[in-house]
Nanobody, 127 residues
Framework: QVQLVESGGGSVQAGGSLRLSCAAS????????MGWFRQAPGKEREGVAG???????RYADSVKGRFTISRDNTKKTLYLQMTSLKPEDTGLYYC?????????????????????WGQGTQVTVSS
């Protein structure tokens, strides 16, 4: 089981940057697929980026070239560096871990028995 706590959200102007962090605790963190998901007002939750235990990375098309996902297994921390932020990036960002090593490839935002989710951190990008 993994417990996740996000931090680093805030309000920025378009074109700005933020770095989100996700501190994890519990067993088997290094074997989990990790990812970031977000939900904008009035929209469904969507996958943003995923990284598996071997460092394979998948990004949503909407954030390619602007966001960078990384993980530090020693610190049990997941990061999302966001640059060139746009108003459409606004949303509640969730950190997640997937024991089935699936959503880091598919970016499927649906919870399942082997997935663990943080409470989310708000990102607001103004124009």
């Amino acid at each position: 089981q993994v417990q996740l706590v996000e931090s680093g959200g805030g309000s920025v102007q378009a074109g700005g940057s933020l770095r989100l962090s996700c501190a994890a605790s519990g067993d088997s963190y290094s074997r989990h697929c990790m990812g970031w998901f977000r939900q904008a007002p009035g929209k469904e939750r969507e996958g943003v980026a995923g990284i598996d235990s071997d460092g394979y990375i998948r990004y949503a098309d909407s954030v390619k070239g602007r966001f960078t996902i990384s993980r530090d297994n020693t610190k049990k921390t997941l990061y999302l560096q966001m640059t060139s932020l746009k108003p459409e990036d606004t949303g509640l960002y969730y950190c997640a871990a997937d024991g089935s090593a699936a959503f880091c490839y598919t970016l499927d935002p649906r919870p399942h028995p082997l997935s663990y989710w943080g409470q989310g951190t708000q990102v607001t990008v103004s124009s």
